[in-house]
């Protein structure tokens, strides 16, 4: 097996593809135009930097416009490369599709480490490339519209935002030009969490049909399964405190840069979020045991696998040992084509990327929608609605007067009825409805066809059809 070659992170994504459309009834003429990445813009810029001018390489694909805007995040990684932001880019597409955000699929990336720069020096790279996208309308609110991924976040978000309305001065809409910006900043509310709240409701989901849960040799709840994760970043801390504090998993391993952390009693999130943060990696923590290499920790032992740093990571050489019975792909391609198979034969389940971690653009279309609206969710209805709720909670009560006062509504139950939804829980509320809709979208397929064994190709095939279907309506 190891003798094998490993697909490029592209050729995967196409070797999935390509196994999704084989069954499937598609002209090779629309099967082709979906797969191809309609184009890819490389810009090289100089910044003048420490004395010098210093010269970057940065990326936008844009995979399919058969919606617009596209979406996609810009990452800031060293090992950015073409082929990679063309293989995200693609996910893109299909992940919107799939969870029916209506968008075309994009992504973006700067060959920088970020950790090299200050923030003062980051700000000025940042505001240079997205100069350079905005030029030629690849950042823009009705046409392309980036969002965070590894290594950037809400700053960098605001510093494209603040670029795009100084360079479009008159629209309106500037603010939709970029999401996963700060709240204060025309964000919106549970934007950060959302691809980790996202894993977090995937899973729930998951849960609630034991038929599935049996496939993957577990059963019951949630509640006590053994959990290890790699990359505490974004996706990856907010999916395992989520998961630890709200539905009773126990983090039984952690994987960074510099190594893993072993608890089998459980680690503290929240704890190690914030050693990582004052010591640069997990060496070193307490309440742990310290495994310098990091990697051979996905073998270890444990009910749910979540990779939420980057991809490949599980691959032709360690496929065969990954022990973990169900994985959950928060992070974009971090199992390759080969790996794929060998564990698929082993009767692993995997919750595949495009679904598991589209939390993040489900959010972020809500803020779209929101910068367009130029209103907050909820402004509007939430006092009425709590108003129509006091109204019956009031009548109960006097009716319960007329009965000699026989029972009492619980003062918990009148707060909580009380309270009308705002921002935050209408943006969990629209989350949680998407996620179970897409899983239930893609399990349909996976246990209704004899044909699909997997989930990753019902999701494929569920997202395919629904790019065909809106070509098809553009006659082509
Ligand atoms: P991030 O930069 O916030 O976090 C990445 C984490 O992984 C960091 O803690 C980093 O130290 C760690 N890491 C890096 N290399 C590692 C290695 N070799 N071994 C173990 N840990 C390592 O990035 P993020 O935004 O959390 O993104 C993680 C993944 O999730 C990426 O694949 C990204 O494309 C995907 N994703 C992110 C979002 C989002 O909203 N941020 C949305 C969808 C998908």
Redesign the pocket.
């Known amino acids: 097996m190891a003798q094998r070659k490993e697909p490029t992170f592209r050729e995967s994504v196409d070797l999935m593809f390509n196994r999704a459309v084989s069954l499937m009834d598609l002209s090779p003429g629309l099967e082709e135009k979906i797969r191809v990445c309609n184009a890819t813009y490389t810009v090289r810029f100089g910044v003048r930097l420490r004395g010098r001018i210093q010269t970057f390489t940065g990326y936008r694909s844009v995979h399919s416009e058969h919606m617009e805007p596209v979406k996609g995040?810009i990452?800031y990684a060293m090992a950015v490369h073409q082929d990679e932001v063309e293989a995200?880019a693609a996910l893109m597409t299909y992940k919107c599709a799939l969870v029916e955000v209506p968008f075309g699929g994009s992504k973006g990336g700067l060959r920088i480490d970020p950790r090299e720069w200050d923030e003062h020096e980051l700000e000025q790279i940042t505001r240079r490339f997205a100069y350079e996208l905005i030029k030629r309308d690849l950042i823009h609110p009705a046409q392309n519209v980036p969002?965070?991924?590894?290594?950037t976040g809400e700053r960098e978000m605001a510093w494209i935002a603040d670029q795009y309305k100084r360079m479009a001065t008159t629209d309106i809409n500037y603010r939709a030009c970029v999401t996963g910006k700060p709240v204060n900043g025309g964000g919106i509310q549970g934007r950060t969490e959302?691809?980790g709240r996202g894993v977090q409701y995937a899973l729930r989901e998951f849960f609630r049909h034991p038929e599935d849960v049996a496939k993957a040799g577990l059963s019951g709840t949630l509640d006590g399964k053994r959990v290890v994760v790699?990359?505490?970043?974004?996706?990856?801390y907010h999916a395992a405190k989520f998961l630890q504090e709200e539905d009773g998993c126990k983090i039984t391993a952690i994987?960074?840069?510099d190594g893993a952390l072993i608890g089998e009693s459980g680690l503290d999130v929240e704890a190690v979020r914030g050693w990582i943060a004052r010591h640069g990696g997990v060496d070193g923590y307490p309440d742990g045991k310290f495994i310098r290499d990091?990697s051979k920790v996905l073998e270890h032992q444990c009910d749910i696998l979540v990779p939420?740093?980057?991809?490949g990571v599980i691959n032709l050489e360690n496929a065969a040992r990954i022990t973990a019975p169900l994985i959950i792909e928060?992070?974009?391609g971090p199992i390759t084509a080969g790996a794929d198979e060998i564990l698929r034969q082993k009767g692993t389940v995997i919750i595949p990327d495009m679904y598991a971690?589209a939390g993040?653009v489900t959010v972020s279309y809500f803020e779209w929608v929101k910068n367009l609206s130029h209103i907050r969710f909820g402004r509007i209805g939430r006092r009425q609605e709590e108003a129509r709720h006091e109204l019956i909670v009031k009548e109960l009560e006097r009716l319960n007067r007329g009965l000699g006062d026989a029972w009492e509504i619980s003062p918990d139950f009148k707060q909580k009825y009380l309270r009308g939804a705002g921002e935050l829980e209408l943006v969990r509320s629209g989350l949680d409805d998407t996620m179970r809709t897409a899983y239930q979208s893609m399990r349909e397929i996976w246990q209704g066809r004899e044909d699909v064994a997997d989930l990753r190709t019902a999701a494929y095939l569920v997202s395919i059809a629904r790019v065909a279907d809106s070509y098809r309506a553009m006659g082509l």
């Open positions: 995040g990452r995200l969002a965070p991924d590894m290594g959302a691809t790699q990359g505490l970043g974004n996706v990856g994987i960074e840069r990091g939420a740093a980057l991809e928060a992070a974009n971690n993040g």
